[in-house]
């Protein structure tokens, strides 16, 4: 994909909102499901692993391109392993089907069991990953503010439609991003995703190294879906900077690395903290934030930190708090006055 895919130019604001129409009625997605034996023509394999498939493919019935994601009927795995992956398929089919409608989230298109009983989900055809653009197309170049804006625009609007529904990802990362030719984004891969009425206490560890809230690092299983802010914080910062923001290989050392630039002050402040536990890390207790992300007055050369307007740095700082409590939501982040600025890196 080109980079000239992405635009400067913000999407209508009804484009993104969360009553935007279901492109089919769940009545209508009901009579798709079933047994489907030669519905799908698979072309080619785009994705693989040790329990299923993913394949671009063609459906007969609509001539339309879509992904097909299938699930091993036969495959030799134990039987914890298989219910694991079995539950997670499950997941994520009730959790598309939940979100259908909404252009930040891919789009079902049917699923049910092929021929073989093979269990399947056909997705719509998007393009490559986020991870893949800012990697193979950008070369690992940073993103301009505007660009950040607006992709950060689109990937809150579909963690706020999950989060009004009731749903955690629990596994965002630009490898779960999808991006199409025009520079729309679309978050997949549901399979780790959960209804906040199903705890808590909910599953941890969950989710990608990296892209962990400090609460789960932390243990906590009585969360909600500022985990999910917390991932996109993460994502934006790597976005602007061109580098993840912590590396860590441990969870040890991923807190370490947070609260060496954020600071101990904020998750000391959260209600769930433990006060006779210790924090890896520095000692210091203010974060250091805004030396990695200086306002355009403060940078004085093109080649140090990136420079982030006010405005973004309000958003950037909100989604990465420590304390979940005082971390912004994907509702709250988008209400704020960034996503409203015709250029954000003036001041």
């Known amino acids: ?72 009927a036969n495959a030799n795995y134990d039987d914890d392993d298989s219910g694991h992956h079995v539950s997670a398929f499950a997941s994520e089919v009730s959790a598309l089907e939940a979100c259908s409608g909404h252009p930040s989230i891919v789009q079902p298109r049917a699923s049910g069991r092929l021929g073989g009983g093979e269990r399947f989900l056909a997705m719509e055809f998007v393009g490559p990953t986020l991870r893949h653009v800012m990697k193979r197309d950008r070369f690992g170049r940073r993103h301009t503010e505007l660009e950040v804006r607006l992709i950060m625009r689109q990937l809150l609007a579909g963690a706020r439609r999950m989060d009004r529904l009731g749903l955690m990802h629990r596994d965002l990362k630009p490898e779960n991003v999808l991006v199409d030719g025009r520079g729309s984004l679309k978050i997949c891969d549901l399979g780790l995703s959960c209804s906040v009425a199903d705890g808590p206490p909910y599953a941890n560890p969950i989710g990608t190294p ?23 914080g993460v994502m934006m910062a790597e976005l602007l900077a061109g580098k993840h923001p912590f590396l860590g290989r441990s969870d040890t050392e991923h807190l370490s690395e947070i609260l060496d630039l954020l600071g101990t002050k904020d998750i000391k402040e959260w209600s769930g903290y433990d006060d006779g536990r210790r924090l890896p890390g520095g000692s210091q207790s203010d974060s250091f934030l805004r030396y990695k992300f200086p306002s355009p007055t403060e940078s004085r050369t093109t080649r140090g930190p990136p420079v982030l307007s006010e405005a973004g740095f309000e958003v950037l700082s909100g989604l990465l708090r420590c304390n979940p409590d005082k971390r912004l939501t994907a509702g709250r982040a988008l209400q704020h006055r960034w996503f409203k600025e015709t250029n954000p890196t003036r001041e």
């Open 1 to 72: 994909m080109a980079t000239s895919g992405w635009s400067s130019t913000p999407r209508r604001a009804e484009a993104l909102d969360d009553d935007v129409a279901a492109a089919s009625p769940p009545a209508a997605r009901k009579k798709q499901s079933g047994a489907i034996c030669s519905r799908f023509h698979r072309l080619d394999v785009i994705g693989s692993g040790a329990f299923g498939v993913v394949y671009r493919a063609r459906d007969s019935r609509t001539g339309e391109i879509v992904a097909l994601k299938c699930l091993r």
């Open 210 to 232: 990296g892209y962990r809230a400090p609460e789960l690092l932390l243990g906590s299983t009585d969360y909600d879906g500022r985990v999910d802010s917390w991932a996109l």
